[in-house]
């Protein structure tokens, strides 16, 4: 007798493992939301890995020749648009400013007493007491030294700018790759003083050749953090920007971008799931499922408002209209159930 009952157990036991209901445990619930279960679209998604890499490389270029003064960057550096990152000195500068500043304060000595002396011939030729020749030079003397003092000026004006030039500014926002410099060094007007990565990464995707069917513009990508495991569940979307027309090394080369790389080195490589084909399958929404000793359990709406649970086969997470957490059912379902939340 006891050999019978475990046989009829065990046979129970293998019926709900392949699909088959259990008796129904609940009674109508009409206020349950109910999900139409129906084939949908399966992207199935391949890892592969992929290489940070800038969109732009950037040289900070001296504009004057001369010494570096200050340095205030190194590789890893964090920059904004315009901020100082050197400054390189020039110590002829600042003698030919001396220069000027000089030569600028002996002619404004020169015409103060020029204009003075101007003054004192037009009082005395109202009077008759001097030519007008004499006014005449006075007057053309006043005028050559007012030129002479804005040449000065000006070329004190070239020289100052030179100074200011002679801080190296950031052209973008990004991150320092490469400073081949040291204070102390002496460089001449271009050279590079360091090599920027703008802030705007992309991945550089390398794919074998049989994928380049699947890989359009325009589709999503996902990617983990750095370290990512196998478990984590948590991932960044981007999107394929541009598929290069040309194979190189039996390889299609495709650009994506993803919002969130800041944070990533030049030249890392992460872990990316892309699609390699679409299939049909059953989808249903993963809050529907119930999870009870170790068994994925839906509840299947019957005739009459009855419920009964079912053990399904979960694959992989798809897209399902309305919802955000569909899951693929490989076993367990057919196309028309109704199933409800539990």
């Known amino acids: 007798m006891s ?4 046989i009829i157990a065990a046979s129970s036991f293998f ?3 392949a699909g088959s209901t259990v008796p129904a445990v609940h009674a109508e619930e009409p206020d349950a939301p109910m999900f139409k279960v129906t084939l ?3 992207v199935d998604q391949k890892s592969v890995y992929a290489t940070v890499r800038s969109t732009d490389r950037i040289e900070a270029r001296a504009r004057i020749g001369g010494t570096i003064a200050s340095l205030e960057v190194d590789e890893g550096s964090e920059v904004q648009t315009g901020q100082v990152i050197a400054t390189v000195a020039d110590q002829k500068l600042a003698l030919k400013l001396q220069s000027l500043a000089a030569q600028i304060a002996g002619l404004k000595s020169q015409l103060a007493n020029t204009r003075r002396e101007l003054g004192r011939q037009e009082e005395l ?3 008759g007491f001097t ?3 004499k006014v005449d030079e006075l007057t053309t003397n006043v005028e050559v030294l007012e ?4 040449s000065a000026e000006a070329e004190q004006g070239v020289v100052r700018r030179q100074v200011e030039e002679g801080e190296v500014l950031a052209p973008a926002i990004g991150r320092v790759l490469l400073v081949p410099v040291t204070v102390g ?7 590079s003083i360091a090599t920027i990565a703008a802030n705007r990464y992309v991945l550089r995707l390398e794919l074998p050749e049989r994928h380049a069917r699947f890989v359009r513009n325009g589709d999503t990508i996902k990617l983990g953090a750095r370290g990512l495991n196998a478990g984590d569940q948590n991932l960044l979307k981007g999107r394929i920007t541009q598929v290069y027309p ?6 299609v080369i495709a650009d994506a971008t993803v919002e969130g790389l800041g944070d990533f080195f030049v030249g890392e490589r992460v872990l990316v799931y892309l699609s390699a084909g679409s299939r049909k399958g059953l989808v249903i929404p993963r809050s529907y499922v119930t999870t009870r000793y170790g068994y994925d359990f839906v509840q299947v709406a019957r005739t009459g408002g009855r419920l009964s649970s079912v053990v399904v086969q979960l694959g992989l997470p798809a897209d399902v209209k309305g919802h955000d957490d569909g899951v693929e059912v490989l076993g367990g379902l057919n196309a028309g159930d109704e199933i409800v939340t539990q």
């Open 3 to 6: 050999r019978h009952l475990t």
């Open 15 to 17: 019926a709900i493992l």
């Open 40 to 42: 949908g679209d399966i």
């Open 125 to 127: 030729i109202k009077r």
């Open 131 to 133: 030519p007008k020749a």
């Open 147 to 150: 030129n002479q003092l804005k």
């Open 185 to 191: 060094s002496v460089i001449m007007p271009g050279e």
């Open 246 to 251: 040309e194979l190189q090394a039996g390889r």
